[in-house]
C-alpha cells in the first residue's frame, strides 16, 4: 500500500509541473503564428511587383494598390514585430522556465521530507497489517502482557477498521473505549462509549463503562448524564455492583450525600465480603455522616445595659452594635447592628453572625465583646458614641450571660 502512496504523490507532481509548462509551449506555438503571418505581406508585396512589370497595371494602379496592401497589413507588421521580441524574450526565459520547474520539484520532495507524515502512514500502514496478531494478544490471550505501545497499535488499527466498516459493530466501538481508557485517552474512549451507546442501547456492560468514563472528566454536566446513564443500566441490571458503587460515588461528587449514602449502603449489601472496594466505601461512608450530621454552633449570650446617666439619652442614638474580636484581629469576627431600644437588651452572637468568611466565632477559644451606641448607622467609633466592653469571654459557654455595660464617651 505504501508504494501506490508513492505512485500517486510522484502522479500528482508530474500534474503540476505540466501546469507550469503546457501554458508557455502553447504561448510560444501562438508566437510563432504571428510571425508567420506576418511573412503573407513580402509575398504580396513581391506578386504585385512582378505584375506591374508584365504590364498588368499602369504606374498609378500599382502605386495605388501598394498602398492598400500596406494599410491592410499594417496592424501584421506590428504584430510581428512584437512577436519577434517576444520570441527573444522567449529564448532567455526558456532556461528559467526548466529550472523553476526542477525548483518546484525539489522544494516539494524537500518539504514533504521535512514536514511529511510519511513515517507515520507507514507505521499506520504496518499497524495494519500486525491487527490480527495484536487483537489475539489483546483480547484473546488474557494471561499475555500487552505492553502500552501494543495497546495504541491496536487502538489505531481498530478505530481505522471501525470507521471503515458500514456495519453497527457497538461491541467493536465499546472495546476500543476500554482500551482508551486504559491509555488514559479519557475524551477517546468518551467518544467510542458514546457511539456503542447509541448503536445499541440496552447493552448495560457499555453504558456503565460510559458513565464510568464520564465521572472520570469531573465536571458536573457529565457527572449529572452518568447518573442517568447508570440509572438506565441498573433497570436492566439493578444488583449489578459497578453501578450501584458508580451511582453512589457520582451523588458523592455533587455532594448530594444523603442519595449517596443510599447507594454506598446498598453496595455493601450486595459486594462479597471478601471484596476489596468495601473497605474505601465504608470511608466514604463515614465522611458522609460526618457530613449529614449537624454540626455544633458556638454561640455567645450578651446582655448589653447602659449606666444610669444615658437611660434619659437613649433617643439621641441611632443604632447599636455588638461585635466580638480577638487582640489579633482588627476586624471583628461576629458582629450585630440593631435599632436602639429600651435596655437591657439580650442578643446572641454565633457562627452565623461572621463578618468575614473563614473567620468563624468557633475557631476562637475566647473573645473580647464590645457594645457600641452609636449616633448614626456607622460602625466606626465617632464622637457622640458611647462603648462598653468584656474580655475575655469563653466561646464554649453557650449558656452563660454576659454582661456588657456601655459606659465609656468618644470624645
Not at 501598394?66 to 524574450?89: G, S
Not at 494471561?143 to 481505522?160: C, I, K, M, N, W
Not at 454536566?221 to 447518573?227: G, Q
Request: glycine share 4%.
Amino acid at each position: 500500500m505504501m508504494t501506490s502512496f508513492w505512485l500517486a504523490a510522484i502522479f500528482m507532481l508530474l500534474v503540476a509541473c505540466i501546469f507550469v509548462l503546457v501554458p508557455m509551449f502553447t504561448y510560444q506555438n501562438k508566437v510563432s503564428k504571428s510571425g508567420q503571418t506576418s511573412d503573407w505581406f513580402h509575398a504580396r508585396e513581391q506578386e504585385l511587383a512582378k505584375e506591374y512589370g508584365l504590364g498588368k497595371y499602369t504606374e498609378q494602379e500599382y502605386k495605388d494598390a501598394l498602398t492598400e496592401l500596406k494599410l491592410t497589413a499594417k496592424d501584421e507588421l506590428t504584430t510581428q514585430a512584437n512577436a519577434t521580441t517576444d520570441v527573444r524574450e522567449n529564448k532567455v526565459i526558456k532556461p528559467y522556465l526548466f529550472t523553476a520547474t526542477i525548483g518546484l520539484v525539489v522544494v516539494v520532495i524537500g518539504f514533504y521530507a521535512y514536514k511529511g507524515l510519511y513515517q507515520q502512514v507507514d507505521d499506520w500502514q504496518q499497524t495494519l497489517l500486525k491487527m490480527p496478531e495484536l487483537s489475539t494478544k489483546v483480547i484473546e490471550n488474557l494471561d499475555s502482557e500487552v505492553s502500552p505501545t501494543e495497546l495504541q497499535e491496536f487502538a489505531l488499527g481498530l478505530r481505522t477498521k471501525l470507521s471503515a466498516s458500514t456495519s453497527e459493530d457497538y461491541i467493536g466501538w465499546m472495546i476500543l473505549g476500554r482500551v482508551l481508557m486504559s491509555l488514559q485517552d479519557v475524551d477517546g474512549a468518551l467518544s467510542s462509549f458514546e457511539k456503542s451507546y447509541n448503536l445499541q442501547r440496552s447493552n448495560v456492560s457499555n453504558t456503565i463503562s460510559f458513565a464510568q468514563a464520564l465521572q472520570m472528566k469531573g465536571e458536573e454536566f457529565e457527572i449529572k448524564r452518568s447518573l442517568t446513564l447508570l440509572q438506565e443500566a441498573m433497570v436492566f441490571q439493578p444488583d449489578n455492583e459497578l453501578a450501584v458503587i458508580l451511582f453512589g460515588e457520582g451523588n458523592f461528587m455533587l455532594e448530594r450525600f444523603d442519595i449517596a449514602k443510599q447507594g454506598f449502603e446498598f453496595a455493601l449489601q450486595i459486594l462479597d465480603k471478601q471484596d476489596l472496594r468495601i473497605e474505601p466505601i465504608k470511608d466514604r461512608l463515614e465522611f458522609i455522616e460526618q457530613q449529614l450530621t449537624p454540626k455544633n454552633i458556638r454561640s455567645i449570650q450578651v446582655s448589653v445595659s447602659v449606666m444610669p446617666e444615658l437611660n434619659s439619652q437613649l433617643e439621641q442614638f441611632s443604632h447599636v452594635f455588638i461585635f466580638a474580636k480577638t487582640d489579633q484581629m482588627p476586624m471583628p469576627i461576629a458582629v450585630k447592628k440593631l435599632p436602639v431600644t429600651t435596655m437591657p437588651m439580650n442578643v446572641t452572637l454565633s457562627d452565623n453572625d461572621m463578618m468575614i468568611e473563614g473567620q468563624k466565632l468557633s475557631d476562637y477559644a475566647q473573645v473580647n465583646v464590645f457594645a457600641r451606641l452609636s449616633v448614626d448607622e456607622n460602625a466606626p467609633f465617632e464622637q457622640g458614641d458611647w462603648q462598653g466592653s468584656l474580655l475575655n469571654i469563653s466561646t464554649s459557654e453557650s449558656e452563660t450571660i454576659n454582661t456588657v455595660i456601655i459606659n465609656k464617651e468618644y470624645k
